[in-house]
């Protein structure tokens, strides 16, 4: 249950300022260079008018700028838009067409996980080719066509909309290690119908010309920053943090979230003598023609200020959309998961469905390991989409605006934003002043037996190698129900609680997130839980002469896990 100085806080938020916010921002594009430095400006200057101070960080972000796109085919010339990160190719590139079919997301959970397995199809024949693809230019599926020779994609949209969007699976800025994974062929994306003319046009062998232009190098990138000190341990902070930039004018994806931000700046600011820990608000730019490089760049930064003393990671991406009646496939990580549930009822009186966090939406400090929660808002009901005949997106509350030059004012809502601004502010000031830190490592260690089990089972004969984990996942459970059990008898202070806790996400969430090591940043593919031995379910399928590599991916697999177990049960009995 909330306590009374966190419902005081709460109780004073209004629109005031933030509305104004969103209007402004519903006529102001934010995803060219010039356009997202504006509106950084713009977001200081109505923070210094409501008194609170901000810092302009200046970053330096590797992006790319999407301006047009078409595509001829059978004597048209098609309307299209290039995803980020398309090679520029104003000049056109021809190819035969070849159409690989594939399946639309039935929700956001999924929605970064299918159509990754279109490519399966044998690599003849789409050596040489322009590819067709349903549904979104995602980097996963881009990545596998082009490695098997494609020589450009075109994506049919699922309906009447062209969506922007980023095709490279980099997170944010590139390092030299991840140049290789920089597309390197056109891509575009057409609506439904101009799809369906395409697919006719491949079966009968038709060929069709892309034509890209994009813009891609070093961009100055302006980064807001709101530090608001707390009390009694104002080293220690939570981050709060939505990107600015947007497609178009992107009204709820993020106008609303930047909105939000400013109102609980303003609020925290003017009330930050009832703040235990410090709180760090941030907008992130580069979101969106950079694949998170706002985020990731801050994470790279100050990345042993993170290390050290940051407790959470709270994103805010679109709130406040219409019809968004509830919260459900909400990102939590587990061990939060029970945080959010009590703030969301508590706040709204409903509940709260949460999910696994995708790898996506600025969650860029999952190799740091900071435990982290929310990213979407709350959505309109499954059965709201049905009766508006909507597919999935990535935003937006659920409206098919997102990511179109639709994603207007009329997405967004004003008494749903004041209402989920109360959750966001809620969540963060309920982890910023608990005496223990609220997060419940069980939970985490009860999903990591679920996940090993599912493995073990798809293992088979080969599950023995998962022996040493399940030991060591055995012995950190019965650790964590003392450490737990010692708090509520107060045998285990509030220092020590609180520094293992902090301690147990440095460890466990990079565990269970990541597959590069700490201070990376993993692509931007979706990654299984405990991903170190995600191989198992693979096994069966792989040939004889290839199974005993990945035996030994996964002895490998297990090695790690069980040292980092056996790390975190060590931290909890010194």
């Known amino acids: 249950m909330l306590d009374t100085t966190i419902r005081q806080v709460v109780d004073q938020v209004n629109a005031d300022a933030a509305w104004p916010l969103v209007e402004a921002f519903s006529t102001m594009p934010r995803w060219k260079p010039e356009d997202v430095e504006a509106s950084a400006h713009d977001i200081a200057r109505r923070l210094t008018a409501l008194g609170v101070p901000v810092d302009l960080l200046e970053a330096n972000l590797y992006l790319s700028i999407p301006y047009e796109a078409s595509v001829e085919a059978g004597g048209e010339v098609l309307a299209s838009k290039p995803p980020a990160y398309s090679t520029s190719c104003p000049e056109g590139l021809t190819g035969v067409l070849h ?33 067709l ?133 303003r609020l925290l600011w003017h009330n930050k003598d009832k703040l235990r820990r410090s709180v760090r608000i941030a ?16 994470a790279d930064a100050f990345a042993l200020d993170l290390d050290e003393n940051c407790v959470a990671q709270v994103n805010c991406d679109s709130p406040g959309c219409r019809w968004a009646e509830v919260y459900e496939n909400v990102a939590c990580m587990s061990e939060a998961t029970e945080l959010c549930k009590s703030v969301v009822h508590d706040l709204t009186g409903l509940e709260f469905e949460g999910e696994r966090p995708l790898r996506a939406g600025d969650y860029s400090f999952n190799n740091i390991g900071l435990s982290s929660f929310f990213m979407l808002s709350s959505t309109m009901t499954v059965q709201k989409r049905q009766e508006m005949n909507y597919y999935t997106v990535g935003g937006c509350g659920g409206n098919i605006a997102w990511h179109t030059e639709n994603d207007l004012m009329d997405i967004a809502d004003r008494d749903i934003l004041i209402r989920d601004i109360k959750v966001y502010l809620g969540a963060v000031m309920a982890v910023a002043n608990a005496d223990i830190l609220p997060f419940d490592w069980r939970v985490t260690a ?7 089990e599912k493995y073990r089972k798809a293992a088979g004969d080969d599950a023995v190698m998962l022996d ?26 509030a220092a020590d609680a609180n520094a293992a806790i902090q ?72």
């Not at 907008?283 to 801050?298: D, L, N, V």
């Open 99 to 131: 159409h690989i079919p594939g399946t639309l997301s039935a929700n956001v959970s999924s929605f970064y996980e299918k159509n990754r397995d279109e490519a399966a199809a044998a690599a003849d024949r789409i050596r040489g080719k322009i590819v």
């Open 133 to 265: 693809t349903d549904g979104f230019a995602s980097p996963n599926k881009v990545l596998e066509f082009q490695e098997k020779g494609a020589i450009g994609v075109i994506a049919v949209n699922p309906g009447v909309d062209r969506h922007w969007g980023i095709s490279s699976s980099i997170w944010g800025t590139p390092d030299l290690d991840d140049l290789p994974r920089k597309p390197a062929i056109p891509i575009a994306v057409v609506n439904n119908a101009d799809g369906h003319k395409l697919i006719a046009l491949a079966k009968a062998g038709g060929s069709a010309t892309i034509r890209t232009r994009l813009e891609e190098g070093w961009f100055k990138s302006l980064v807001p920053v709101v530090n608001v000190t707390g009390t009694s341990e104002p080293d220690k902070f939570v981050l709060l943090a939505g990107h600015y930039d947007s497609w178009d004018v992107g009204v709820g994806d993020n106008a609303t979230g930047d909105a939000a931000l400013l109102e609980i700046a």
């Open 283 to 298: 907008w992130w730019p580069g979101h969106s023609t950079g694949r998170y490089a706002g985020s990731a760049w801050f």
């Open 446 to 452: 009860a999903e990591f037996a679920a996940t090993l």
């Open 468 to 493: 040493p984990v399940t030991t060591a996942l055995s012995a950190l459970t019965k650790d964590l129900d003392g450490f737990y059990t010692g708090i509520s008898a107060g045998s285990v202070s």
């Open 503 to 574: 301690g147990l996400a440095r460890i466990l969430v990079p565990l269970n997130y990541t597959r590069g090591p700490r201070f990376t940043h993993d692509p931007a593919l979706p990654v299984a839980g405990l991903p170190a031995l995600s191989v198992a379910t693979e096994l069966s399928s792989h040939a004889p002469e290839m199974r005993g590599f990945a035996r030994t991916q996964l002895m490998r697999g297990s090695n790690r896990t069980a040292a980092a177990l056996r790390q975190a049960s060590r931290l909890l009995n010194l």
